[in-house]
């Protein structure tokens, strides 16, 4: 079974663009949660989707947003890029909303803004 | 507080166990998981324990979970220099989102 994957693996972009990024969650799994990871904060939660719904969103701006399609695949935009957006961004899929358990994570997109 | 914490750096010997602490914040939290991270890599799930049990053995590695204390721990038994790398619990929150410590950066030394 093919694992969590993230497209593209690296990117760089300047301040003020936006970026789309990709994430395919594991064949069968519904859930997909976005993270980002800095070395200052830590991992924190961005948001999370389930059959197409976003079901929890983290404490970030509003340059932050995502979606979901009709066969899982989630992606995150990042609007008006700042500095301080440069990170490791993760997503995570696992079975689906109440069901936890395995909480799996792609090898992440590294976002450099300059 | 709102804070996953763990202690920063843990340094053992080739061979011998590690253990890696965790202090959690959520009560109602029904998962806790383990974490492994290698530089330049995304995070690894080594396990994961439910809040009404209070020991997991997997191979290696065992869990235990004091719900009381909200004190989660993992033990690495014959630590390897391989286990080298940065170990992250989080708590799964009741909306459905992880929250992470800092990170505890073991170094095994041969």
């Known amino acids: 079974k093919a694992g969590v994957t993230q497209t593209p693996r690296y990117l760089i972009k300047t301040r003020g663009q936006q970026v789309t990024l990709s994430c395919s969650p594991i064949?069968?799994?519904?859930?997909v949660s976005w993270y980002q990871q800095t070395p200052g904060q830590g991992l924190q939660f961005l948001f999370e989707y389930f059959s197409e719904t976003q079901r929890n969103k983290g404490n970030f701006p509003g340059r932050f947003s995502g979606r979901q399609f009709s066969n899982s695949r989630s992606e995150m935009n990042v609007s008006t890029l700042e500095l301080g957006d440069s990170a490791l961004y993760l997503c995570a899929s696992s079975l689906g909303a109440g069901i936890a358990g395995d909480q799996y994570f792609g090898p992440g997109t590294r976002l450099l803004v300059l | 507080g709102e804070d996953v914490e763990q202690s920063l750096f843990l340094s053992v010997r080739e061979g011998d166990s590690s253990v890696i602490n965790c202090t959690y914040t959520?009560?109602?939290?029904?998962?806790l998981y383990w974490y492994k991270q290698e530089p330049g890599a995304g995070l690894q799930l080594l396990t994961y324990?439910?809040?009404?049990?209070d020991m997991k053995q997997d191979q290696r590695l065992t869990v235990l979970l004091n719900k009381k204390d909200k004190h989660l721990s993992l033990r690495i038994a014959d630590t390897q220099t391989g286990d080298s790398a940065i170990y992250f619990c989080?708590?799964?929150?009741?909306?459905?989102?992880?929250?992470f410590g800092k990170g505890t950066k073991l170094s095994v030394k041969p």
């Open positions: 989080a708590e799964l929150r009741s909306q459905g989102n992880l929250i």
């Open positions: 324990i439910f809040s009404n049990m």
């Open positions: 959520d009560s109602s939290s029904t998962y």
């Open positions: 064949s069968g799994h519904r859930s």
